[in-house]
């Protein structure tokens, strides 16, 4: 058994990374010169996690689960746990504090090379890829409205959004300096 659980027992602070899909960019792909990078997507979620023993709660998590990731196969596979296996299996809960997302998409290089860089995502058959041009397609108008947002220079080559749980806003753009007026 994975003995890791034993650490959520009293409410441990955690951090759970959810990683969207990422990839290697060649600056072979870019019309401007460049140099090799990683475009990617990824979720910070922060909070205090707690190990769940009710049997009950168990029970409806991997009924939930497995429901969810089942549905695609015919006849698709139903729990059937007794009581010594539901009791085996621990569930950790986590309420949430925070969430930081960090989507590196190439905003720092001309609308050109964005768009080269996901005609060559799109051309290698690889579905991470084509995950990673449909959100740098996603996310173009995003960078567009930040740029003009901000007067436009990108000096950092990641935008950030983070959510403030306890105010409910929206934070967009950190990594994104506007451009001092004359």
Known sequence: ANPQW???????????????????ISPSWYLAPGVPTWNYAVAHV??????????SRIKDIVERLTQ???????PPWAPAY???????????EIRIKGVQGKFKLGQNRSAADRAAVVSKLESTGSENDAALARLMKAGEPVVQRMRRLYWGTI?????????????????????????QPH
Not at 7 to 21: I, R, T
Not at 46 to 55: M, T
Not at 84 to 91: D, E
């Open 155 to 179: 000096r950092e080559h990641t935008l950030d959004c983070s959510l403030d749980w306890k105010n409910s806003r929206e934070f967009w753009g950190r990594g994104i300096v506007p451009k």
């Open 46 to 55: 922060y909070g205090s996690a707690r190990a769940l023993d009710d049997p």
């Open 6 to 24: 034993r650490h959520f027992s009293n409410g441990a602070d955690v951090m759970v990374l959810f990683q969207g899909p990422h990839g290697y």
């Open 82 to 92: 007794d009581q010594g296996m539901l009791q085996a299996i621990v569930g950790i």
């Open 68 to 74: 969810n990731y089942e549905r695609s196969n015919q």
